[in-house]
């Protein structure tokens, strides 16, 4: 009876062990079907947010870069007549695709003409020399090219109602207009490219003017009013103006008269009027970094021959190259700039606080 009773209870606990193994396996199959999986596996909805990534060339201090990013470099050129370019320039064409820019904007001073006893054929050699160390790396690079008319490189000098270098102009506008040398920009208005133009990148209004001397003209003024008024710079985010000389002197022996614009002051409420953010220049040499009223003034320092001193300071002498970050809904500008010759970057604050009207841009409270 007890062995009956014994056969019993295994046979009942073995179905009872049965089912609970049955059971326990459905559970812990359903745990399997109903639990999540990894996080890495789950598809993000949310949109990725962008951090700033720091960009150089290997070996230089790498800059947080902005929404756009601009290199600006000037006055390449060296003596009169020459077809060879002093090496910071080769350096720094070489260089600019590691800061991975969406432009270059050259503030003139291209080739190294001006002088009347150049001829048809050395001024050509020099836009092909030009071409060679300058403007087709970049195409190569596909870097599109903003840039104005320096005095060197097609002046629009008058002499009793002519122009000086009209040879030079005339040579400038056929390199220019050359298909093959296409700068890759986004023109709005080319009527009279090269020399004063208008064209949009990453929401970025850019108008050039001829500063290639000190006066401009009636006629490209009311050019630059009816540019600056139209809905292409009206929508755009940021508004920046490019020409060779600058409104005010910054450097030793460009603070006489020819060398900064007539006027200064006069284009400087004209720029303002219309919200340009920055006015790019080249011409005197000097890197600073300043701002009058509500216009900030670059005034980019030279990579070629020839660099100056700035006013008001015992500094010596630097060839830069500016590295320009934007932030578009901030309307802010970063300047990273570069000593080409140490490859470190220009301290602000060993610059002057101020260079005649002009402030350094830091020391500006809106």
């Known amino acids: 009876m007890a062995y009956k009773r ?82 910071e320039v080769d350096q720094a064409i070489a260089l600019i695709p590691g800061w991975q820019p969406d432009l270059v904007l050259c503030g003139g001073d291209m080739i190294a003409g001006q002088k009347r006893s150049l001829t048809q054929a050395q001024i050509q050699a020099m836009w092909s020399a030009f071409d060679d160390h300058i403007a087709a790396p970049l195409r190569q690079a596909k870097i599109p090219l903003g840039f104005t008319i320096g005095n060197h490189d097609g002046s629009g000098s ?17 390199y220019w207009n050359d298909p093959n040398h296409n700068p890759g920009l986004n023109f709005i208005d080319r009527g009279n490219f090269p020399f004063y133009y208008t064209f949009k990148q990453q929401n970025i209004f850019y108008l050039v003017w001829d500063a290639s001397t000190h006066i401009i003209s009636p006629e490209q003024l009311t050019w630059v009013e009816q540019s600056l008024s139209s809905l292409d710079a009206k929508q755009a985010k940021l508004r920046l103006a490019i020409g060779h000389l600058p409104l005010y ?28 953010h920055t006015y790019v220049s080249g011409h005197h040499h000097a890197y600073y970094p300043g701002k009058k009223g509500q216009l900030e003034l670059l005034h ?45 970057v220009i301290d602000i604050q060993t610059l002057p606080k101020s260079i005649g009207k002009v402030w350094r841009r830091d020391l500006v409270k809106e």
């Open 300 to 344: 980019t320092g030279a990579l070629g021959a020839g660099p100056r001193k700035l006013l008001n300071s015992n500094l010596p002498p630097q060839k830069s190259l500016t590295v320009v970050d934007i932030s578009l809904e901030k309307a802010e500008t970063i300047y990273t700039t570069y000593d080409m010759k140490t490859r470190q």
């Open 158 to 174: 008058i002499s009793q109602g002519k122009l000086t270098f009209k040879s030079e102009r005339d040579l400038a506008s056929v």
């Open 6 to 87: 014994r056969q019993f209870l295994m046979i009942t606990g073995g179905f009872l062990g049965v089912g609970m193994a049955t059971i326990t396996h459905q559970v812990f199959s359903r745990n399997q079907n109903f639990t999540p999986q990894p996080e890495s596996a789950i598809p993000d909805q949310t949109p990725p947010v962008s951090q700033p990534v720091a960009v150089a060339p290997d070996g230089l201090f790498a800059p947080l870069k902005g929404e756009v990013r601009i290199v600006v470099i000037s006055d390449l050129n060296s003596q009169y007549g020459s077809t060879t370019y002093e090496p």
């Open 249 to 276: 002197p910054v450097a030793v022996g460009r603070d006489d008269g020819g060398n900064f614009m007539y006027e200064g002051e006069k284009l400087q409420t004209l720029l303002e009027k219309y919200d340009v």
